[in-house]
């Protein structure tokens, strides 16, 4: 029996203590608790854990002011207030909208097979035009230019790409610089016409640059696996909206509704 009670002793201890760690501050015992925090922070996306040490603290900063507001706020009677209950009518309008939309949404699941049959009845829409990976060099004047294309006019390979990102990084006078040229993948009409044409030294109306091609891709088709979280994204947006507007449709049919801006004079 005692070790029964222990049991039970320690279990309420445990809980007690997982509720007190949930509890982040207090203004007039009025606790701020991190699963509350942790509603507000779901719209970007983030948890309270997430935050570094210094968020942590000013977002608790603020919502301590929160509280103090919503004490000063209901010592000073508004909530008698009529705007205050007109505007509290619609929030919780509101609120009951976007708590039944979280649910639906939560509820429309697209699988794989069926995003994999959407790309495969729809290959044309993902089709990538053909793209080059490149660096750049961008210097003032023709003479610098050409002191560096000769520094790498005999070098080949990983000796000559270590050798151009050094140069980007020393001698670069765009913002790419730092990052030794990387400008990334990009189709054409992207770059200035020089980048087009893979020209070294032309000379543009920002200066004269040093292009080194690193890769290209040939245009084709994205693999299913390199666009199937945009494929399930779209779908299930698409089964949201059209259930949203299946129970709007719906509710209507069964409603009496007057409007009069309908009604004929």
């Known amino acids: 029996m005692n070790l029964i009670k222990k049991t039970i002793l320690s279990t309420v201890l445990l809980v007690a203590s997982a509720n007190a760690a949930e509890v982040l501050a207090t203004v007039n ?9 942790n509603l507000v922070l779901q719209q970007q996306g983030i948890t309270f854990d997430k935050l570094n040490k210094e968020q942590q603290k000013k977002l608790i900063d603020k919502l301590i002011e929160r509280e103090l507001l919503v ?19 619609n929030y ?9 939309m979280d649910k639906i949404y939560k509820r429309t699941l697209i699988s794989d097979s069926e995003a994999n049959k959407y790309y495969q009845d729809s290959k ?5 035009p053909e793209k080059i990976h490149a660096r750049h060099i961008l210097v003032k004047t023709e003479k610098e230019a050409q002191d560096i294309i000769n520094k790498l006019k005999n070098l080949k390979g990983d000796e000559l790409k270590n050798k151009f990102i050094e ?3 020393s001698k670069s006078t765009g913002p790419s610089g730092k990052n ?4 990334g993948f990009f189709g054409k009409g992207q770059m200035v ?3 087009q044409d893979m020209a070294f030294a032309l000379k543009t109306q920002f200066g004269y640059h040093i292009i080194y091609l690193e890769e290209k891709k040939p245009a084709g088709i994205a693999p299913f696996e390199e666009v199937k979280e945009q494929i399930i994204a779209k779908m299930r947006q698409e089964q949201f909206t059209k259930a949203v507007q299946d129970a709007i449709k719906k509710q209507k049919e069964s409603s009496k509704i007057t ?4 009604s004929s004079k």
């Open 71 to 89: 004490n000063i706020a209901k010592k000073a009677g508004i909530e008698k207030d009529e705007a205050y209950t007109k505007a509290l009518e």
């Open 259 to 262: 409007n009069s801006l309908n």
């Open 29 to 37: 015992d009025t606790p701020i608790k991190k699963e509350d925090v």
């Open 167 to 169: 140069l980007a990084k």
């Open 193 to 195: 016409k020089p980048f």
């Open 180 to 183: 030794g040229g990387d400008l």
């Open 124 to 128: 044309d829409t993902f089709k990538t």
């Open 92 to 100: 919780k309008k509101d609120l009951a909208i976007k708590v039944w």
